[in-house]
């Protein structure tokens, strides 16, 4: 049954409403004026589903109530009678968020209509509140997973950065190490979480796009503006904002958006007005940022605004350990998706992942177990589909000269480059030539590409 609260002040009234709609189904709590209203709201925490309350009240104005209780009462309905309504009451009650204004004698029957209107909206508001809350609770420092040593010194940062309220933050670390996770964990553990959290890919988007996508835009401010446009630092007010690939932002617009951290404030493309907002910032990228500070294609007072905190995510070949926590996690998750029931994973099947390289990070791991799950005939996980080289197997002259890379898409084309060249120098000792040479490239070649990666090689 759930609860409907009236505040009335006129006792035949009052007493045939409560009577009424007890008679319906409802819970009715009956108040005379606001002071009682309060007390029942904030002290008795009652929580109704509807709220039908007169205009004018001994004790004050039921839309000045509102107004005043909307954060306290959340999803509730408040419908309003009056004996003297005026449209400009109407009107503000409808911006308030009333659901209804209706002028007193009220038809007990287009009350009940409107009544059971009402409920439907609140409570199906409430539903995806609930599930929501339920959602946000996956997103504990719990959820990074991993029992490894680096795991867990990852996992109590995360801890105590969800207890104190940070401006901004970096994530670093490779592609498919879990940044977004960690930007989940963030937000929805800390004291935003019931706030926005709104993500942008820096690398996604041209820079005249992402302008406009982060700051908004007024009408006609481009070709094709028709309209006004809020963009993410203002749906972000009060929340989080996560940037991730922020080494992708062009030089200029970094410049505006320090300024937009620092004083909290933004125009819109075209706009006059300066906004104020509230935005918490985490940014991420799998670039050294440091590193391309020093060789000026990031600027050096943004960094530093930003790295107020720093989070470096281990690359999973670093942190081997943690196979053991991430894959029944992930068997588990397919097999309820699926409908399989895989539960065992032969010795041989583990020896293999934990010889094999991991470039592809923890989403590599998790799109080659939903490979196997799915393709699972019964209890064991078919080693046949994790489809990874064996390192063991091979000789040993093989296994120092090959590079193995994830071609599940849980790489980019880039970072398989990367990769190939970063492993070059590394077996080289950073000598360019002889690296080139390893690659059958030529040294300009390789130097430019050493370059745009941002790798240390020897200067030979």
């Known amino acids: 049954m759930e609860t409907l609260l009236i505040i009335e002040d006129e006792q035949l009234l009052g007493s045939e409403l409560k009577r009424h709609l007890q008679q319906t189904g409802w819970d009715v709590v009956w108040v005379g004026n606001l002071s009682e209203a309060r007390d029942m709201l904030e002290k008795q925490a009652l929580t109704p589903l509807v709220i039908v309350s007169d205009l004018n009240l001994p004790d004050g104005n039921g839309l000045d109530f509102m107004a005043a209780m909307k954060q306290a009462t959340g999803f509730t309905a408040w419908l309003f009678l009056t004996g003297y309504g005026s449209v400009p009451d109407s009107v503000r009650a409808l911006r308030l968020g009333a659901f209804d204004f209706l002028e007193k004698p009220c038809d007990l029957e287009r009350l009940d209509i409107v009544l059971a209107s009402a409920a439907r909206g609140a409570s199906f508001q409430r539903r995806l509140l609930e599930q929501s809350e339920?959602?946000?609770?996956?997103?504990?420092?719990?959820?990074?997973?991993?029992h490894s040593a680096k795991a867990r010194e990852v996992r109590a940062l995360l801890g105590k950065l969800t207890r104190v309220p940070f401006s901004t933050l970096i994530i670093g670390g490779e592609t498919g190490t879990g940044k977004g996770l960690a930007a989940k964990i963030l937000h929805y553990g800390g004291a935003r979480t019931n706030q926005a959290l709104i993500e942008v890919n820096c690398a996604a988007l041209p820079r005249e796009l992402?302008?406009?996508?982060?700051?908004?835009?007024?009408?006609?401010?481009?070709?094709?503006?028709?309209?006004?446009?809020?963009?993410?630092?203002?749906?972000?007010?009060?929340?989080?904002?996560?940037?991730?690939?922020?080494?992708?932002?062009?030089?200029?617009?970094?410049?505006?958006?320090?300024?937009?951290?620092?004083?909290?404030?933004?125009?819109?493309?075209?706009g006059e007005k300066e906004i104020t907002v509230d935005v918490q910032i985490i940014a991420a990228s799998h670039r050294d940022l440091a590193k391309m500070v020093k060789h000026q294609e990031f600027r050096a007072d943004l960094y530093h605004r930003l790295s107020v905190f720093k989070i470096e995510l281990p690359p999973l070949r670093e942190a081997l350990d943690d196979l053991e926590s991430l894959t029944p996690l992930f068997v588990a998750e397919f097999n309820a998706k699926a409908g399989r029931k895989v539960k065992h994973i032969a010795p041989d099947i583990w020896q293999k992942m934990k010889?094999?390289?991991?470039?592809?990070?923890?989403?590599?791991?998790?799109?080659?177990?939903?490979?196997?799950?799915?393709?699972?005939?019964?209890?064991?996980?078919?080693?046949?589909?994790?489809?990874?080289?064996?390192?063991?197997?091979?000789?040993?002259?093989?296994?120092?000269?090959?590079?193995?890379?994830?071609?599940?898409?849980?790489?980019?084309?880039?970072?398989?480059?990367?990769?190939i060249i970063e492993t070059a120098l590394q077996r080289t000792g950073g000598n360019l030539t002889a690296a080139a040479r390893m690659l059958g490239a030529t040294r300009e070649t390789l130097r430019y590409r050493v370059k745009k990666y941002r790798l240390d090689a020897a200067s030979d």
């Open 210 to 270: 992402l302008e406009s996508e982060l700051f908004g835009h007024e009408s006609g401010a481009f070709t094709g503006a028709a309209h006004r446009h809020r963009g993410l630092f203002e749906q972000s007010d009060g929340g989080t904002l996560f940037m991730d690939e922020i080494g992708e932002m062009p030089l200029e617009l970094q410049a505006k958006l320090l300024k937009a951290i620092e004083n909290r404030k933004f125009r819109r493309l075209g």
């Open 355 to 419: 010889n094999y390289h991991w470039p592809g990070n923890v989403r590599e791991l998790r799109n080659v177990i939903e490979r196997c799950v799915l393709l699972a005939d019964d209890e064991q996980l078919p080693g046949q589909w994790l489809q990874l080289p064996d390192n063991a197997a091979l000789p040993e002259q093989t296994r120092r000269q090959g590079v193995f890379l994830p071609l599940d898409g849980s790489m980019a084309l880039d970072d398989m480059d990367k990769h």
């Open 134 to 146: 339920q959602e946000h609770r996956r997103y504990t420092p719990d959820a990074y997973v991993g």
